[in-house]
């Protein structure tokens, strides 16, 4: 058994950024290819929703979204674990993508750890709906290491307190 499964091909990650970066250029182009991560082991999700990231550069491109997912896999080690795209046909464990339904989303809970781990700190919300403010928003997470130090130093205390 592998110890650690990222469900892409080359060919398949190569196609999706260059259609990404091919619709940064182009105006009124279709929205980019969204990803989750799924942890088919533990039978559960982390998909991003309320960080404002799905996509290939904003998954990687995003600080508090790459804390995120290096946090999740590395307290996962071991798991069968893949993104998979809302798009393309890219299931690649046993059953079929339908499954998905009933796996629990544990993005807030593996944020919490981080910032209890002094390395996020939620500063409240950028976006909130006004017809759907308890469903539709999006956090305002910043990975503190990428705060000047001073304020790294307060937020770190902040989060551990």
């Known amino acids: 058994m592998e110890r650690l499964t990222l469900g892409f091909q080359r060919t398949s ?16 182009a279709p929205m980019s ?6 942890n088919f082991s533990a039978r559960e999700t982390v998909d991003f929703v309320h960080v ?9 491109g ?3 979204a790459a804390a995120i997912t290096t946090w999740y896999l590395l ?9 998979v795209s809302d ?9 079929s993508k339908s499954d998905l339904a009933s796996f629990p989303d544990a993005t807030d809970r593996t944020i919490s750890a981080l910032i209890l781990a002094g390395i996020l700190a939620d500063r409240g919300r950028v976006f909130v709906d006004e017809d759907e403010p308890e469903h539709v928003y999006v956090r305002d997470l910043r990975n503190v290491w990428f705060e000047a130090p001073a304020d790294a130093a307060s937020v770190t205390r902040r989060s551990q307190e």
């Open 52 to 60: 404002g990231a799905s996509s290939l550069r904003e998954l990687a």
């Open 87 to 95: 798009t393309y046909d890219d299931w690649p464990f046993p059953g």
């Open 13 to 28: 990650l190569r196609a999706a950024a260059e259609a990404e970066r091919q619709a940064d250029d182009l105006p009124g």
């Open 33 to 38: 290819v969204g990803y989750i991560l799924v």
């Open 75 to 83: 307290h996962h080690l071991g798991d069968q674990i893949a993104f």
């Open 62 to 64: 995003s600080p508090a």
